[in-house]
């Protein structure tokens, strides 16, 4: 969508959010905007306001439940969801049945991207409670008029059973829990490579499917396709992952997307990611910052789309980032060299401080017969790709815990807390 398409998109939801929403009207009347055409050029733009998680919080706390960033009356929305909550307090988010529509064709446009169609069988692999996490893909995949079969409730091996019995070929869940399947279904004495007919994984919530390594271990596991998507519960669903694989699209007909140096705030070729959507009037974001650290790629993609590309997705949380020794240290990277090496089973870290320096400590579960050879092979990895010595230890197979949904597998105990994914 060109520029001028995405603005008039904006003055059309300034219009009732402008007279209605007490939230929005304040931010915007305090830098002189009253009226839809006061916003006419990106320049323009450019000069709203930032929102962020904290203060949207801080609001819900000081006008509970839902806060003040409501453009209709309550009566007109059909729809609670939550966020994860991995990132600080959850906040509620509500949806109109117009709302809800859009959500729904942003996940059709992720399907076809990935080349699913309505002759496809989906599991979504999700406890369906009020976090909004796959609810959305669910509602996505009835517009697409493909079969999706209920498993709320089911425990990962009643899940790979009714993917085998129910013939699925697209299963959506997060990078972490793909992985747990699988290793249930090993466990269990399952090929799935042989016995299933999935062909395409979708992933969302962490950055594990744009992951050189996690995106092969997922698609060794299943010998499938892994599809990478990116979003949030206050924002929607904004990345697009094409067939061709180069990176994750902006959806630019839905967003407004921006990326500023995390300090000047000033465009650039990697920083944070900025989002206002422009199909949710009911409950908006404008100005987002969304704490996703991420990369433009500077060519177009073969896939014929004009859309920007972000290189590598969602490279890590600007708030998760671990500051070890002086370095910058993602989660995300650790795991990309962690689960280079195909004999690691699982990991954890923690960071920790000592009175001279910080340290860094990984446990290992391996299924090397001579576990202590691949802990000292994933240390050197760590040094080598960071620059950084961290202590690898091996641990006896089940001893690390496993996930359903997002993983959260490094602590910070200098600060008691403990570093996650996007919610």
């Avoid at 006061?38 to 733009?45: F, G």
């Avoid at 140096?261 to 908006?284: F, S």
Wanted: charged content about 20%; glycine content about 8%; some cysteine.
């Amino acid at each position: 969508m060109d520029t001028q398409t995405q603005l008039h998109r904006l003055r059309e939801m300034l219009a009732p959010v402008l007279e209605t929403n007490t939230f929005y009207r304040r931010k915007l009347t305090e830098v002189r905007v009253t009226h839809p055409n006061d916003v006419q050029t990106m320049a323009d733009y450019q000069q709203l306001p930032f929102t962020t998680k904290e203060e949207l919080s801080a609001d819900q706390v000081l006008h509970p439940p839902y806060g003040t960033n409501l453009t209709f009356p309550l009566e007109q929305y059909t729809r609670l969801h939550r966020t994860s909550g991995t990132t600080g307090s959850p906040l509620r988010w509500l949806d109109t049945a117009e709302s809800w529509e859009w959500w729904g064709k942003c996940w059709r446009e992720i399907y076809r991207a990935a080349g699913v169609t309505s002759a496809d069988r989906l599991m979504i692999a999700f406890s369906f409670g009020p976090f909004i996490g796959f609810w959305s893909a669910y509602h996505g995949a009835q517009q697409l008029g493909a079969l999706t079969i209920p498993n709320g409730g089911m425990t990962s091996v009643q899940r790979i059973r009714a993917i085998l019995s129910n013939n699925i070929t697209v299963l959506v869940c997060t990078p972490t829990y793909a992985l747990r399947l699988a290793e249930v279904a090993a466990q269990a004495g399952i090929d799935l490579r042989r016995e299933s007919q999935v062909r395409v994984t979708i992933h969302a919530g962490e950055p594990g499917a744009s992951l050189p390594a996690t995106k092969q271990r997922i698609e060794t596991c299943w010998g499938a396709r892994a599809y990478d998507h990116a979003g949030a519960t206050e924002v929607g669903a904004w990345g697009v992952m094409c067939e061709p694989q180069a990176g994750v699209h902006l959806n630019e007909n839905e967003f407004i997307c921006e990326v500023l140096d995390a300090e000047t705030d000033k465009p650039a070729a990697e920083g944070e990611l900025v989002i206002t959507n422009l199909g949710r009037i009911g409950m908006p974001i404008i100005r987002y910052r969304t704490g996703d650290y991420v990369k433009h790629r500077a060519s177009p993609c073969e896939c014929g789309r004009d859309s920007r590309v972000l290189e590598g997705g969602v490279i890590g949380r600007l708030d998760n980032a671990l500051i070890i020794r002086g370095l910058n240290v993602y989660p995300a990277t650790l795991e990309n060299i962690i689960l280079k090496f195909p004999d690691v089973r699982e990991f954890a870290g923690r960071v920790y401080g000592t009175e001279t320096l910080d340290e860094l400590e990984i446990q290992i579960e391996s299924l090397n017969p001579h576990p202590a050879d691949t802990a000292a092979a994933v240390a050197a990895a760590i040094r080598g790709d960071l620059g950084l010595r961290a202590v690898v230890k091996a641990v006896p197979l089940g001893t690390l815990p496993r996930y359903e949904l997002k993983s959260n597998r490094l602590t910070d105990e200098r600060s008691a807390q403990t570093t996650s994914p996007s919610s």
